[in-house]
C-alpha cells in the first residue's frame, strides 16, 4: 500500500496566521483527501484533491480558508488561514491506493494543530 | 446518501473477552465498507474491508467482520480482547463519489 509522509506532526500557531500542511506519498495517486478530526470527533472530509484541476470542497468548507494544491500525482498541501481556535484539529491527507477499490484508502499520520 | 451509525461511542471489556463493535450503514448502491482503528496520537490504519464476494472478512489483529445485507450491519468482532487493542474504532461507507463517510467513532477500553 502506500506510504504518506505528513507534515508537520503538529504545531501550535498563533490566530490569525496561516499554517500550510504537506502531504508526499510514495506513489503516484489520483485522488487525494484532506479530513478534518476536530477533538473527540469523527472525520469529516474537507475536500479531495485531484491533480490538474481544483479542488472540489464540503460544504461548510471553502477555498478561502482551506486553500490546497495539487501540483502533481505524489503531493498535495493544504492551507488553514486566518486561524482561530476553532480551528484547533488533527488534519488528516488519505490516498486511495489504486484506480478502484481493491486496497482501500491509506491515512496520513495526521497534522495536530492547537491555535493559540 | 450514505451514511454510517456506530452504535456506543464507548465500549469496555475485560482483556480475553470478546470483542463487538456495531456499525450499521445506510446505502442506495451496494455498499463498499471499512473499519479503521486510530490508536493515541496517531493517523489511521485500515483493519480490513468489504468490498465483493465473501461476506466474512479477516482483517489484521486478529479482527474481523461480517457484511450482512439483510441487516444492514458490518460488525467488528475479535474473540479475544488484548491490551493492545485499546483504541479508537471507525467504521465508514464508500459514496458514489469514492469519498468516505465515517461513523461517530468508538473507543474500545480493555481492563485488565
Known amino acids: 500500500s502506500a506510504v504518506i509522509s505528513q507534515k508537520p506532526s503538529r504545531d501550535i500557531c498563533q490566530r490569525g496566521t496561516s499554517l500550510t500542511i504537506q502531504c508526499q506519498v510514495d506513489?503516484?495517486?489520483?485522488?487525494m483527501f484532506w479530513y478534518r478530526q476536530q477533538p473527540g470527533q469523527s472525520l469529516t472530509l474537507i475536500a479531495t484533491?485531484?491533480?490538474?484541476?481544483?479542488?472540489?470542497?464540503e460544504s461548510g468548507f471553502v477555498i478561502d480558508k482551506f486553500p490546497i494544491s495539487r501540483p502533481n500525482l505524489t503531493f498535495s498541501t493544504l492551507t488553514v488561514s486566518n486561524m482561530s481556535p476553532e480551528d484547533s484539529s488533527i488534519y488528516l491527507c488519505?490516498?486511495?491506493?489504486?484506480?478502484?477499490?481493491?486496497?482501500?484508502?491509506?491515512f496520513g499520520s495526521g497534522t495536530r494543530l492547537t491555535v493559540v | 446518501a450514505q451514511s454510517v451509525t456506530q452504535l456506543g461511542s464507548h465500549v469496555s471489556v475485560s482483556e480475553g473477552a470478546l470483542v463487538l463493535l456495531r456499525c450499521n450503514y445506510s446505502s442506495s448502491v451496494p455498499p463498499y465498507l471499512f473499519w479503521y482503528v486510530q490508536y493515541p496520537n496517531q493517523g489511521l490504519q485500515l483493519l480490513l474491508k468489504?468490498?465483493?464476494?465473501?461476506?466474512l472478512v479477516k482483517g489484521i489483529n486478529g479482527f474481523e467482520a461480517e457484511f450482512k445485507k439483510s441487516e444492514t450491519s458490518f460488525h467488528l468482532t475479535k474473540p479475544s480482547a488484548h491490551m493492545s487493542d485499546a483504541a479508537e474504532y471507525f467504521c465508514?461507507?464508500?459514496?458514489?463519489?469514492?469519498?468516505?463517510?465515517f461513523g461517530s467513532g468508538t473507543r474500545l477500553l480493555v481492563r485488565p
Open positions: 506513489s503516484q495517486v489520483t485522488m
Open positions: 488519505s490516498v486511495e491506493d489504486q484506480a478502484g477499490l481493491s486496497l482501500g484508502y491509506t
Open positions: 468489504y468490498t465483493t464476494g465473501a461476506t
Open positions: 465508514a461507507v464508500m459514496d458514489s463519489s469514492y469519498k468516505l463517510i
Open positions: 484533491a485531484n491533480q490538474g484541476s481544483e479542488a472540489t470542497y
